[in-house]
C-alpha cells in the first residue's frame, strides 16, 4: 500500500513562497507523481507533475512561478511556490500514480493573503 506524507503548508503573504514535500512509501518502484489543489467550491485541479522518467509537466497559472521537482531516485518530490498570489490558496494535495492506481495524501492547506 503506497503512503503520501505531505508537508509544508501554511499562511503566507502575496508574493511570498513555500515548498511543498511529498514523501512516498510502500513500495520499490519509481512512481508518477504530482500536485493537485482543491479551492473551496472548486474541483481538484492538476498543478504540477513528473512521471518516473523525469518529465515535468506544469499548468499554465503556475508556469514561472512554480517549480517541480524530485529527490534523486527517491519518491520524494518538492513543490516550490514563488510569487504566489491569493487564487494560489487552497488544499494541496500529492498524488501518485503506480499501474494505473491512484494513491493521495491527506492535503495541506496554503494560504495566501492579500
Known amino acids: 500500500q503506497v503512503q503520501l506524507v505531505e508537508s509544508g503548508g501554511g499562511l503566507v503573504q502575496a508574493g511570498g513562497s513555500l515548498r511543498l514535500s511529498c514523501a512516498a512509501s510502500?513500495?520499490?518502484?519509481?512512481?508518477?507523481m504530482g500536485w493537485y489543489r482543491q479551492a473551496p467550491g472548486k474541483q481538484r485541479d492538476l498543478v504540477a507533475a513528473?512521471?518516473?522518467?523525469?518529465?515535468?509537466n506544469l499548468v499554465d497559472s503556475v508556469k514561472g512561478r512554480f517549480t517541480l521537482s524530485r529527490d534523486g531516485n527517491k519518491n520524494t518530490v518538492y513543490l516550490q511556490m514563488n510569487s504566489l498570489k491569493p487564487e494560489d490558496t487552497a488544499v494541496y494535495y500529492c498524488?501518485?500514480?503506480?499501474?494505473?492506481?491512484?494513491?493521495w495524501g491527506k492535503g495541506t492547506l496554503v494560504t495566501v493573503s492579500s
Open positions: 510502500g513500495t520499490i518502484f519509481r512512481l508518477d
Open positions: 513528473i512521471t518516473s522518467g523525469g518529465s515535468i
Open positions: 498524488n501518485a500514480n503506480i499501474r494505473g492506481t491512484n494513491y
